[in-house]
């Protein structure tokens, strides 16, 4: 079994800074593509950033230049850091990674519970 746990979510003002963490834990063998969605009341869930295992990142035009996708591959865990934040921003924020449990012969995509972040003005 394989567990994402969020978190770091929680209130902040505009302009305000977060981070956030997610950790992997179970049988794991390896982690390859990590992500962060979001998904805001009324709106589909969108992706925020990811990073390869390779570390190369990518974000949405949205976040550019204020979110920071990183990642400790000794302690299975992703991070976003979020600066000067916007209202726009709130939103429950997923992560995501794709886990083989079993020595890369096949991989499963895995979610966490999700986190709450309120950017108020």
């Known amino acids: 079994q394989v567990q994402l746990v969020e978190s770091g979510g929680g209130l902040v003002q505009a302009g305000g800074s977060l981070r956030l963490s997610c950790a992997a834990s179970g049988s794991i063998f390896s982690i390859g593509i990590m992500h962060w969605y979001r998904q805001a009341p009324g709106n589909q869930r969108e992706l925020v950033a990811s990073?390869?295992?390779?570390?190369?990142?990518n974000y949405a035009d949205s976040v550019k230049g204020r979110f920071t996708i990183s990642r400790d591959n000794a302690k299975n865990t992703v991070y976003l850091q979020m600066n000067s934040l916007k209202p726009e921003d709130t939103a429950v924020y997923y992560c995501?990674?794709?886990?083989?449990?079993?020595?890369?012969?096949?991989?499963?995509?895995?979610w966490g519970q999700g986190t709450q972040v309120t950017v108020s003005l």
């Open positions: 995501n990674a794709i886990i083989s449990t079993n020595r890369g012969y096949s991989w499963n995509s895995y």
């Open positions: 990073i390869t295992s390779g570390v190369n990142t």
